[in-house]
């Protein structure tokens, strides 16, 4: 239904390193977006993305919205030490009003 | 621009007791939400206002949880009684446009079910 699997669900990366996560659903979405949360606080956007194939960047950060419109995914370029947080992608369905579903993130840590 | 303002910013309550949630938004949002995440989850929206009405409450466990905006600012979210799984924290975000996904979430508050 309206959940969204996201993967994976850890990573320990060392510094420099690229970084892949994903996120797919058997529902189709009309926007896809990423979010990242540090310790403590909540969670701040990072990439929106609003049509189908869609490629965009925001520093070391890509995002792309998947041509089946069931799935996305992030790349952070050249990992560093602030890097490390929760990653969470989140989708709009158009069919529930909009409604924003999170998935339940990607914990990312960083060997310096 | 000030962000998103939530209090307390943890509370720790025995099950049965009562709990309140405050949140003022960014100035000029029109969209208010409360979200719940659970430890190792994902938010999961509770409740969702437009200015002063509510637009979806569909998640919110109404026998126990309440929210309001009565001037269409800030709002507050109450759970009364508590039980032990509402131990989350209680994200309060807000949007200048409803059904858009690009949302300015608060600090949160951390609340812990005895």
């Known amino acids: 239904g309206q959940q969204l699997n996201q993967s994976p669900q850890s990573m320990f990366i060392q510094e420099g390193e690229d970084v892949s996560m994903n996120c797919t659903s058997s529902s189709i979405f009309n926007t896809w977006l990423w979010y990242k949360q540090d310790p403590g606080e909540g969670p701040v956007l990072l990439i929106a993305l609003y049509k189908a194939g869609e490629l965009t960047s925001n520093g070391r950060l890509t995002a792309q919205f998947g041509i089946t419109r069931k799935d996305s995914f992030l790349n952070i370029s050249a990992s560093i030490p602030s890097d490390v947080g929760i990653y969470f992608c989140a989708g709009q369905l158009i069919e529930y009003g909009n409604k924003l579903v999170f998935g339940a993130g990607t914990i990312l840590r960083v060997k310096s | 621009e000030a962000g998103v303002a939530q209090s307390p910013r943890y509370k720790i309550i025995e099950k049965r007791q009562s709990v309140a949630f405050w949140c003022n938004p960014i100035?000029?949002?029109?969209?208010l939400y409360w979200y719940q995440q659970i430890l190792g989850q994902g938010p999961k929206l509770l409740i969702q206002?437009?200015?002063?009405?509510?637009?979806?409450d569909s998640q919110l466990p109404k026998d126990r949880f309440s929210a309001e905006r009565l001037k269409g600012v800030d709002s507050t979210l109450k759970i009364q009684p508590a039980k032990l799984e509402d131990s989350a924290v209680y994200l309060c975000?807000?949007?200048?446009?409803?059904?858009?996904?690009?949302?300015?979430f608060g600090e949160g508050s951390r609340l812990t079910v005895l």
């Open positions: 206002f437009q200015n002063n009405g509510v637009v979806d």
């Open positions: 100035s000029g949002h029109a969209t």
């Open positions: 975000a807000s949007s200048p446009s409803s059904g858009s996904g690009e949302l300015f």
